[in-house]
């Protein structure tokens, strides 16, 4: 077949192959002229866009699911709505780019997002490597156990000799090795690769325990056939802090990304709820704290780049960090997971957000 | 069959609601979440523009599919408009409300990511088959170059491609439309697959037939579509049937660069703390509209060989 393209010997004439290669270089350099055009910055594309792009999962119960009529919903979700809201006016002016494990960092890089909050745990090399800023801490997950209650197991330190079903090649399966061997017991692993297939291990009682983030126990624990029978035991024996994450190099959009999270969880602890934040917004109080907060005193917003009413319109949009924790994870959800360490640090938890002044 | 039909529930609205009125097969979720498995994210208030294209795209299939249609010559030249007509209803623009692509979703995905790439595979198909085939060294390398390029990555990657490399490559701030560059990628992918199926039927065609046409005194395009083609594509139906059976399957794949298909809604769907649990349920459903699809097509191939049949049976 290729002895005819050997064969072949009429060449182009100078002239059309000088034609082409001018042409060639023509396109090279308007796309080259594209690129130096400057990037505004993330804040001015999103106000000019009038819609911020945010990274959220295509499907995880609690943090990100669409309902029936197409809106998304979830605990990610309302992040994404309460910065929207901070910076546009509205909780509703958001497009939500559902992305899966392997290309949200990708889409976050490559520009399809503004921000991401797709219960992604911040760690060293992601942050470093990965190139990203992270947010605050907007949930604290740690790997915990999921066992039948007919076992009459109540805590993880009973469970040796116990068959364990763990996913192959993650974390969790190095945690899970380390806490065994720091309590001195033995268990028997049985291999998964995805989480369905641990789950359907788990059902035929291929194991006894499954272990993963306590978080994804609660969803699937849902899941099962008969979900009273099982139950959640309370040790969580890793560290998986979930939060959301911008690009590097943007710092005023990061740091807007930053008060948004740390004002939904300073509205819990003045008790700044989405019903009664209409009335406290309308004329200064006796507090300054909550009137700083409320855009009713001081230049907060201003200094973000934002209206004055940033965390006001956050709040409206979305309501606090213990309402928004009710809503999709709380104990009347089907997930019913407890604050824990979730909870205010008043309240016993370690969620502290710095001060707004 | 106790656990589909006769021990099931089909109204409810959660997973409690349903197994409180049946031990079986909870079909609530498909009820409930019918619109979002059909028009995806597209605004309600806009769905008629969905569904007028399905009817147009009736109107349009039934003449090139079947010959026993009235009209048909006319049918056929107005088929024509069909790509750039739906193309407006969907999008909108031009006095309709601009709908933005990512808001597509569920079967209608599927069927504008499907019908795309047939409708625009076989043609380009067509064209690199001949391509490789041609004595011009240029256009045989290219064909052959891109043939074998494409068929050389899995459409995996190179939607992955479309979906991220590309914006590093373009200059921040210039935006292409994904499902647009989904669309790229598809069809260029079937057409590549589709011009090797052609190519084999080109190849059935005895030597006798190419000289026969020279002797008419045909020049290469009248040859090829009065003669060669025909002949040739009526070889490779199967096979070009196949390729589009798989393309059409293939759309489920987007759900890697985070379009919706009716696979990636029922995911999203399972993920609702409501319905969490009933993946059988939500599967089967996909699964059955995927086999009414495929199998219709597969049909379709054999009535149009037994109607071109005209060799002695073998």
């Known amino acids: ?357 | 069959m106790d656990w589909l039909f006769l021990d099931a529930a089909f109204t409810g609205g959660s997973r409690d609601e349903c197994s409180a009125k049946a031990g079986g097969a909870c079909w609530a979720v498909i009820g409930e979440r019918l619109n979002l498995f059909t028009y995806g994210f597209y605004p309600a208030a806009e769905r008629w523009r969905v569904n007028l294209s399905l009817v147009l795209l009736i109107f349009t299939l039934f003449p090139i599919l079947f010959e026993k249609v009235p009209y048909r010559k006319y049918a056929l030249h107005i088929a024509v408009a069909f790509p750039f007509v739906t193309a407006w209803l969907l999008v909108g623009g031009l006095g309709l409300t601009p709908v933005e692509t990512d808001q597509f979703g569920g079967f209608m995905l599927t069927l504008v990511i499907g019908i795309t790439g047939i409708g625009f595979s076989l043609p380009i198909g067509i064209l690199l088959a001949l391509g490789r085939q041609s004595k011009l060294p240029a256009i045989q390398i290219f064909s052959i170059g891109f043939i074998e390029f494409i068929r050389g990555v899995p459409l995996i990657t190179l939607l992955f491609v479309a979906s991220t490399m590309l914006n590093y490559f373009l200059p921040p701030g210039v935006t292409f439309d994904l499902l647009l560059r989904v669309l790229i990628m598809v069809t260029l992918f079937a057409s590549a697959y589709m011009a090797e199926v052609i190519r084999g039927g080109l190849q059935a065609i005895p030597k006798g037939q190419f000289e026969a046409a020279d002797s008419m005194g045909l020049h290469y395009w009248s040859a090829m579509r009065l003669i060669v083609l025909p002949q040739a594509m009526k070889i490779s139906i199967p096979g070009i049937v196949n390729t589009f059976i798989g393309l059409y399957k293939d759309t489920t794949l987007v759900i890697i660069i985070g379009l919706l298909d009716p696979l990636g809604i029922g995911r999203a769907s399972l993920a609702d703390t409501k319905w969490t649990g009933l993946s059988t349920e939500v599967y089967l459903f996909v699964a059955i509209f995927f086999f009414i699809s495929c199998f219709g097509m597969a049909r379709y191939s054999q009535h149009l060989e037994n109607k071109l049949e005209t060799d002695h049976k073998r």
């Not at chain 1, 490559?110 to 470093?128: H, V």
């Not at chain 1, 940033?310 to 928004?324: P, R, T």
Request: proline share 4%.
């Open chain 1, 1 to 357: 077949m290729f002895d005819s393209v050997l064969k072949f010997k009429r060449p182009y004439s100078k002239e059309v192959l000088g034609m082409r290669v001018t042409n060639f270089l023509v396109i090279i350099a308007v796309l080259f002229s594209f690129t130096v055009m400057a990037d505004a910055g993330t804040l001015e594309n999103v106000k000019a866009r009038g819609k911020l792009n945010c990274i959220v999962s295509s499907g995880l119960a609690g943090f990100a699911s669409p309902d029936e009529k197409g809106n998304w919903q979830g605990f990610d979700v309302d992040f994404c709505r309460a910065v929207a809201a901070a910076v546009l006016g509205s909780g509703d002016k958001v497009k939500f780019v559902p992305t899966t494990n392997k290309t949200r960092f990708t889409q976050l890089n490559a520009g399809e997002g503004d921000i991401l909050f797709r219960n992604t745990t911040e760690t060293l090399s992601r942050d470093a490597d990965l190139k990203l800023t992270f947010l605050p801490v907007n949930y604290y997950d740690g790997q915990g156990f999921l066992i039948r209650k007919s076992l009459g197991v109540t805590s993880a330190t009973q469970l040796a000799g116990a068959s364990v079903c763990i996913q192959t090649g993650t974390t969790t399966e190095l945690n899970l090795a380390d806490y065994f061997r720091a309590n001195k017991m033995k268990y028997e692993p049985v291999n998964t690769e995805t989480n369905e297939e641990s789950i359907v291990a788990y059902e035929s009682k291929r194991c006894d325990v499954y272990t993963t983030d306590a978080s994804a126990l609660a969803s699937t624990r849902a899941a099962l056939k008969k979900p009273s029978e099982h139950v959640i035991l309370p040790e969580i024996i890793s560290k998986e802090p979930l939060g959301g994450a911008v690009r590097h190099g943007d710092d005023r959009w990061a740091d807007i990304g930053k008060w948004v999270v740390n004002a939904l969880i300073i509205a819990e602890e003045m008790g700044i709820t989405q019903k009664n934040i209409k009335e406290l917004a309308k004329k200064p109080g006796n507090n300054p704290g909550m009137n700083r907060f409320l855009g009713t005193e001081g230049s907060m917003g201003e200094m973000l780049g934002l209206d004055k009413k940033w965390a006001v319109n956050a709040i409206s949009a979305v309501g606090n960090y213990g309402e928004i924790f009710e809503r999709h994870l709380g104990p009347k959800t089907p997930l019913a997971l407890e604050r824990g360490l979730n909870a205010s640090w008043k309240a016993g938890g370690i969620l502290y957000a710095a001060p707004i002044r």
